[in-house]
Structures are given as C-alpha cells and as structure tokens.
C-alpha cells in the first residue's frame, strides 16, 4: 500500500527542527559559558599558578640588602629548604604580613630570605630596623629583574624551595596564619623532615 504525502507535509517537520536548533545552539553554549564562570569564580586570586612549580628555582646573583659589597648567587642555598619573601618597605601588604615572618623565625630553623623589591637601600634597612627582621639574610633587587624571573606580580609573594632547589609552593599576598600555619609549616615540615 502506497501512501501518498501531501504537498507541503514534509518540509513542516524539517523548518521546526531548524527553529527549534535556533534555541538550543544559544542555550548550549550559555550553559558552558555558565560552567567556565563558576569554576573561576571558585577559584581562590591569592593561589595564582605558577609555571615554577616543581621546577628548578630561578638562579640569581645579587648583593645583599645590608651589605652591597657582598652578593649572594642561588647555588649557596642549594641543600637547604628555604623560604623566599618578596616584600619592600613602600608595601603596605608587606607590613601586615611582617609579625608572622618575625615570629616564625623566631620558632623556626627553617631560614627566610628576604628579597627586596624595587626599593631604596636606606628605606629597606630603616625599616627592618623598626619592625624586626626575620630574615636569614635580604637581598636587594632594586630594579626587580630577579623577581620577573620568579613570575612575581607584585609584593608580597612567597616561595617554599626545597633542598634540590625545586620550587614547591607559591603564595600570593600577604600570609596570613591560616596559610603559614595551615600550608606553609606543614609543608615545611614534610620536605625538612
């Protein structure tokens, strides 16, 4: 049996497919636009990735902040954990931050190396002067070449380099206790061990 179609019945069927993708195409694509927003806006601005993460820490030579006569080169701290502060004395951030390097280094063997950012000697010295210097030892990087190499956005930042003079953790901002006590001395612990 043959069944005849009328004119005009099967182009219906197709015009309301294509309408009804008209709808859906948007649709789908605002439900993975939807998806991309809610993941950023999960995620937390002070751990900002970093390229240096379980890579070779960036290899420097600069003078110490207290004595320009002595420079300090990368390999002298191979074989020791060590933490990185980027900081300056113009940073108010760094001045928040500051009482919880003073009394980590007061507890802790691990040593803290200052690296001074884009600041005047003078300024940096007084100021350590004032609020307590926690560091091992400061060293000054006045025109912040060696802190590009690092991928430092801006002050403060803080590194954890292990022993092989692997970067292990970065942080952006000032540290807080949560994130020296809850991050950063755990993490300390495990690689001084």
Known sequence: MNQATTPGASPAKPAA????WIFLI???????????LGRGLSLNPREVPSPLIGKPAPTFTLTRLNDAATSVKSADLQGKVWVLNVWASWCGPCRDEH????????RSK???VGLNYKDQRANALNWLRQLGDPYAMSLFD????VAID?????????FVID????????????????VLGGKIEPLLKSLDG
């Open 26 to 36: 948007p649709l789908a694509a605002f439900a993975v636009l939807a998806v991309f």
């Open 99 to 106: 009482p919880l390097w003073v009394e980590f280094a007061r």
């Open 150 to 158: 690092w991928g430092v956005y801006g002050v403060p930042e803080t």
């Open 110 to 112: 691990v040593p803290i």
């Open 163 to 178: 022993r092989q003079g692997i970067v292990r953790f970065k942080h952006v901002g000032p540290v807080t206790p949560e």
């Open 17 to 20: 497919r294509s309408r009804l």
């Open 142 to 145: 006045g025109d912040g070449k």
